[in-house]
């Protein structure tokens, strides 16, 4: 990450500043949208994968993610990730042996985070909050192996706007009954406590099993990805629709 733009982002968090500096920063936000409306107007429906970037591929995860993605392409989505190593990669992995298309949203982190090789189109945001409505923006499902503070932070998000009605009922498949059973048993202990209802724990999918997962979301997205407006790309914008697999079944 260049240290100007990190500065920034340090400087915008503590608190109010001069008119002219809040409106630049605003600027710099507004760009980065721009950015990626103009990469993924024309991907057609999206699923996308939510999961640790740590995993190697000869990881057990990696290897079932790579399967999802490779499913999820056959249905005839384009598998949209964070961009990243690990499991991101992996279900974009999945989706191009699959010959699908595979997306991402790379956020740039000062370690340099550096977009996967098997993506077919990708932009970099700077900005995580700008990442997570790229990434909700374009999905009709989400898939959320299993992962660290960013991918809780992802799965969350997801289920707290469907929840509070900000977000359509979209599909949501926790993935990973051993590894998120901790997480599912807190979940429980928050019904007890009133703080969530007995239904909102059914606002997602948990499971382990890869075809109960594709099942789920197959039967939850057709109607929506069929009703939906899709636009025509301008040729004078430079804009084209984006491949997709001839036998797309939704």
Request: proline share 4%.
């Amino acid at each position: 990450m260049d240290s100007t733009l990190k500065k920034s982002e340090h400087v915008f968090l503590e608190g109010p500043h001069g008119r002219t500096k809040e409106i630049l920063f605003a600027l710099k936000v507004f760009i980065e949208f721009i950015k990626g409306f103009r990469k993924f107007h024309f991907l057609g429906p999206c699923i996308t994968v939510f999961g640790s970037a740590r995993f190697n591929n000869m990881h057990p995860y990696y290897k079932v993610a790579e399967e999802i993605g490779g499913q999820l392409s056959e249905l005839g989505f384009t598998v949209m990730t964070g961009g990243g190593p690990g499991i991101m990669e992996a279900a974009n992995r999945g989706a191009k042996k699959a010959g699908g298309v595979s997306a991402g949203c790379n956020i740039v982190l000062p370690s340099e985070q550096i977009p996967n090789i098997y993506l077919d189109y990708w932009v970099n945001i700077n900005y995580f909050f700008v990442r997570k409505v790229l990434l909700t923006k374009y999905s009709y499902a989400f898939v959320v192996m299993p992962g660290g503070y960013g991918t809780l932070d992802e799965f969350f998000e997801s289920i707290t706007l469907i929840q509070t009605g900000k977000m359509k009922k979209f599909p949501v498949v926790l993935f990973g009954k051993q590894f998120h059973n901790g997480l599912y048993e807190y979940l429980e202990s928050l019904i007890k406590e009133g703080t969530i209802g007995a239904e909102d724990i059914k606002l997602f999918l948990f499971t382990d099993d890869i075809n109960e997962a594709i099942e789920h979301i197959r039967s939850h997205t057709y109607e929506r990805v069929n009703m939906h407006p899709w636009h025509k790309p301008r040729w004078w914008l430079g804009e084209r629709f984006v491949r997709k697999k001839s036998d797309a079944k939704y």
